[in-house]
């Protein structure tokens, strides 16, 4: 059974989950849809910037939960003792990279010109400190902290399209460019939503190790939660591609209703794998962590 300070620390993974990749993803949705999201970019910088900075505590918060773990009292959040043994780990390693990251994106949302580029830049920094701890890092295969690199990268971009789709598709004088943003959005999707599921498998199955521990275990019926979880993501966006995006391209203005509640149903399920994930990485061990 999971004591406070574990819930504690995946509760704080969970916010710098949804910090981490909500904000690279606005980052990456006004580079590829620049034309698009023009008249909203001072609404996901500001957008961008709070979910950065809710990343940077919660990755502050996690790091001194894991001292508070370690003594099994308050004082350890702050105990330099604790914290300077903690520093010297992979742990520790990861908060530079989060933090460097983090605080580039945060930079980049300020400058002018190749301030995007910057941002992004922190962004891939900051997500490849999530391969340097944990379950992909225990494996010491650099294939697959590449794979985890890119099945992030994929999530990101996906959770950071949802925003500004569904603030333009919200008003009728931008309903074409919501139709636009949302048609091109699954082009894109058609490609690398499916590889997003490859990699997905691939990592689940290589941790996991067969149908047995999916069953049996603790991780495997969390990752079991966590499909049906993206299961109604996958349904959500369908419905988006399928049928609220023709029907925007159609003139439909009614369309526009289903499409931001479909959306909702889409921030609802991220949550929902979010929360899966920080209970992955956080309360409970892979199945082929004990193997020999």
């Known amino acids: 059974m999971p004591d406070s300070w574990e819930l504690a620390s995946a509760f704080a993974r969970f916010l710098l989950y949804l910090g981490a990749l909500g ?110 701890v944990g379950h992909v890092a225990d494996t010491g295969a650099i294939w697959f902290q590449l794979l985890l690199l890119a099945h992030l990268a994929g999530a990101a971009f996906w959770i950071g399209i949802l925003s500004p789709l569904r603030t333009l598709a919200g008003n009728r004088e931008s309903l074409s460019l919501a139709a636009g943003l949302g048609h091109r959005f699954g082009r894109i999707a058609a490609i690398t939503v499916p590889l997003l599921i490859a990699a997905g498998i691939i990592m689940a199955w290589r941790l996991v190790g067969g149908i047995e521990a999916l069953l049996a275990t603790g991780y495997g019926l969390t990752l079991l939660a966590k499909t049906g979880a993206v299961g109604c993501l996958l349904a959500a966006a369908a419905a988006n591609k399928l049928r609220f995006v023709p029907a925007m391209r159609s003139g439909d203005g009614k369309a526009a209703a289903g499409l931001r509640r479909s959306i909702a149903v889409e921030w609802a399920a991220v949550c929902l794998v979010l929360l899966a994930t920080a209970a992955l990485t956080t309360l409970l061990g892979a199945p082929l962590e004990g193997s020999p």
């Open 23 to 132: 904000s690279i993803g606005l980052v990456l949705a006004r580079i590829v849809f620049a034309r698009e999201t023009d008249g909203l970019q001072g609404a996901m910088t500001r957008q961008a910037t709070g979910l950065a900075a809710l990343a940077l505590l919660a990755a502050g918060i996690g790091f001194s939960l894991k001292g508070a773990a370690m003594t099994g009292e308050l004082s350890g959040m702050t105990d330099p003792e604790m914290l300077g043994l903690l520093w010297q780990t992979p742990v520790g390693t990861a908060l530079v990279l989060r933090v460097a990251g983090l605080g580039l994106v945060l930079l980049g949302l300020r400058l002018p010109g190749i301030g995007l580029p910057v941002a992004a830049a922190g962004g891939l920094m900051a997500l490849w400190s999530f391969t340097r």
